[in-house]
C-alpha cells in the first residue's frame, strides 16, 4: 500500500523531464536567434574542445541540440535546492582517489560507469555549470568556482571532445532572471566510453624532465600566501623555478565562476613570462586549481604547448628529497 501511495509522487516528479540517448546533432556556435547574438557566439580557442557560452546562448539552444547539462555545484543539496531545467547532477569529487596519491584520477574503467550513469553519450555536447554553493556547510574549499573547471578538464581527459563552460555559472543564470527547477530529470543509461587523452597532462617522471628548461614556463596556480608559505602540505613554499600566477585572478572578483574580460587576463599572462612560444606547465596543490589555468590557456587563449601536472605539490612533497623554496620568488 505504502508503494502505491508513493507511485504518483514519484512519476509526477520524474516525468516532466527525460533524457533520453539518441542520435547526436552538431551544435552550430553560430548565434543568430536574436538581434546582438553574434556577440554570445561559444568562445573558444585552438581544437576547441571546451568552449565558454553565456547564459543567453544556452537559453537559446540548450532545447534545440542533444545538450547534457552538469550541475557540479559543491553538495547536491544546491543542486535540490535550485538548478538549470533538465541538469543532471555530479559532484567532482567522484573522479579522483582510490590510489596511494589521493587526488589521482581514476582509471579510464572506473570513470565509463560513472558517465554512462547519468546519460552522457560519447561526442554529446555537454554543459557543466556550478555555484558558490549557499547551502554547502563547509566553505573552505567548496563553492570557489572551481567545480566546473575541474569537470570540463576531467571530461577533456578522459576523451570527450564537446564541452562547454557557463560563464558565470548559475549565479549569471539567475542575474539574468532565467528559469531554474527543483525537478529531477529521468535518466537513462549509456554506454560511453573512455579514452585518455594523455597529451593534456604530464607524469612526475616527465614533469622532473620539462620543469627547468628554458623553453618552459612553471606556473603555479595557489594563492600568494600558500605559494610563498605553509599550506596542508608536509613542506612550505613551492617547486623551485615556479612563477606564482593565481587561478583567481583571472576571475571576476564578485563570481569565481565568471572569467574576467580577455584585456584584463593577457597583461596578467605576460607579466608571469607566459608567452605562446612557451611550453606552460601547470600546478597547484591538488591539481585541482591549475585546471582553471590549463583550460584557459589552451582553450581561451589558444597557447599551443600547455600541459597539467596532476600530481601538483602533492606529489612533489610526497618524495622527502624534493626542495621547496619559500617566500615571492620562484627561486
Not at 549569471?172 to 566510453?193: A, G, I, K, N
Not at 608567452?275 to 585546471?291: F, N, S, V
Request: proline residues 10%; neutral net charge; aromatic residues 10%.
Amino acid at each position: 500500500m505504502l508503494l502505491r501511495l508513493r507511485m504518483p509522487f514519484l512519476q509526477k516528479l520524474l516525468s516532466p523531464v527525460q533524457l533520453i540517448a539518441r542520435p547526436m546533432t552538431r551544435v552550430q556556435d553560430t548565434a543568430q536567434t536574436r538581434p546582438g547574438a553574434e556577440h554570445e557566439k561559444p568562445r573558444s580557442k585552438g581544437d576547441g574542445r571546451i568552449k565558454w557560452i553565456t547564459p543567453q546562448w544556452l537559453r537559446d539552444h540548450k532545447d534545440e541540440h542533444d545538450l547534457l547539462v552538469i550541475d557540479v555545484q559543491p553538495n547536491v543539496h544546491d543542486y535540490l535546492s535550485c538548478h538549470i531545467p533538465g541538469a543532471v547532477y555530479m559532484n567532482e569529487g567522484m573522479f579522483r582517489g582510490c590510489s596511494t596519491l589521493p587526488t589521482a584520477w581514476l582509471p579510464p574503467s572506473k570513470v565509463a560507469p560513472l558517465l554512462q550513469g547519468i546519460g552522457l553519450v560519447s561526442g554529446q555536447p555537454v554543459v557543466v555549470y556550478t555555484s558558490p554553493g549557499p547551502l554547502s556547510a563547509c566553505r573552505k574549499y567548496l563553492g570557489d568556482g572551481l567545480e566546473q573547471t575541474m569537470v570540463a578538464y576531467t571530461l577533456a581527459r578522459y576523451g570527450h571532445p564537446s564541452v562547454y563552460v557557463l560563464d558565470g555559472g548559475l549565479v549569471r543564470w539567475q542575474e539574468e532572471d532565467l528559469p531554474t527547477d527543483q525537478r529531477l530529470p529521468l535518466v537513462r543509461d549509456s554506454d560511453f566510453t573512455t579514452k585518455v587523452d594523455r597529451d593534456l597532462f604530464v607524469g612526475y617522471d616527465e614533469f622532473v624532465a620539462l620543469k627547468d628548461r628554458d623553453d618552459v614556463v612553471l606556473l603555479d596556480a595557489r594563492p600568494p600566501a600558500i605559494y610563498a608559505g605553509q599550506g596542508p602540505w608536509p613542506k612550505p613554499g613551492h617547486i623551485p623555478g615556479a612563477v606564482n600566477l593565481p587561478w583567481s585572478s583571472f576571475m571576476d572578483a564578485k563570481n569565481r565562476a565568471l572569467l574576467r574580460p580577455e584585456e584584463e587576463i593577457v597583461p596578467l599572462v605576460q607579466a608571469a613570462g607566459a608567452t605562446p612560444d612557451k611550453t606552460i606547465l601547470c600546478y597547484c596543490g591538488t591539481g585541482r586549481e591549475a585546471t582553471n589555468e590549463f583550460i584557459l590557456f589552451k582553450w581561451y587563449l589558444g597557447y599551443p604547448r600547455v600541459k597539467l601536472f596532476e600530481g601538483s605539490f602533492t606529489e612533489w612533497t610526497a618524495h622527502p628529497e624534493n626542495p621547496t623554496v619559500t617566500g615571492d620568488h620562484p627561486r
